[in-house]
Structures are given as C-alpha cells and as structure tokens.
Nanobody, 115 residues
C-alpha cells in the first residue's frame, strides 16, 4: 500500500494562492494516476483534479483556470497549485494514488480561505 503525506495547507486570504504537495512512498510513483480530492463536513469527497502517468490532467469545472496539478516523478510528489482562492474552496484536501482500480489515500491537509 502506498503511503501518502499531504502538506501545504493553512489559512489564506480570498484571492490568494496556495500550493499543496503530496509525497508518495513508492518506487513506482510514475505508474500511478494521482488525483486530488477535497471534502467539507457532511459532504461527499469531491474530485478536484487528476494527473495521469502520461501527465494528462483534468479538472473539476469549479477549479478550471484557477488550479494546476503537476507531478515530479523524481521526487515522488504531486502538486496542486491553487490561485484566486475563494471561501468556497475551504476544505480538507486529499491526494490519492490509483493504479488498476486500487487506491490509497493520504490523511489530508486543511485549506481555509477567509479574510
């Protein structure tokens, strides 16, 4: 099972940027699709962005043009760069590793957008 550790969360003012990181403990990081999800209390986890092994990325409509997902296979890390943050982006952000239908989750990192 892949161990995932997210970092970079915290408080940010509306309109500000934030970069999240997710470090994966696997020698086969480049074989995993790596999505980011987010969740607010009493709501289902929402897919925010995903990056495939060929680096093709996809985004939820709510974050398109504001968020960018990227990966560094040498560092076993996936990033989520967030711009123009809104209060509605406040959530716990989770990364996940997926391969052949099997996935592992990190513990999440809280992002709070507030003035």
């Amino acid at each position: 099972q892949v161990q995932l550790v997210e970092s970079g969360g915290g408080s940010v003012q509306p309109g500000g940027p934030r970069r999240l990181s997710c470090l994966a403990s696997t020698a086969y990081f480049n074989t995993y699709t790596m999505p980011w999800y987010r969740q607010i209390p009493e709501k289902e986890r929402e897919l925010v962005a995903s990056i495939r092994t060929d680096r093709i990325d996809t985004y939820a409509d709510s974050v398109k043009a504001r968020f960018t997902i990227s990966r560094d296979n040498r560092q076993n890390t996936v990033y989520l760069l967030m711009f123009s943050l809104k209060p509605g982006d406040t959530a716990v952000y989770y990364c996940k590793s997926t391969r052949s239908g099997v996935g592992s989750w990190g513990r999440g990192t809280q992002v709070t957008v507030s003035s």
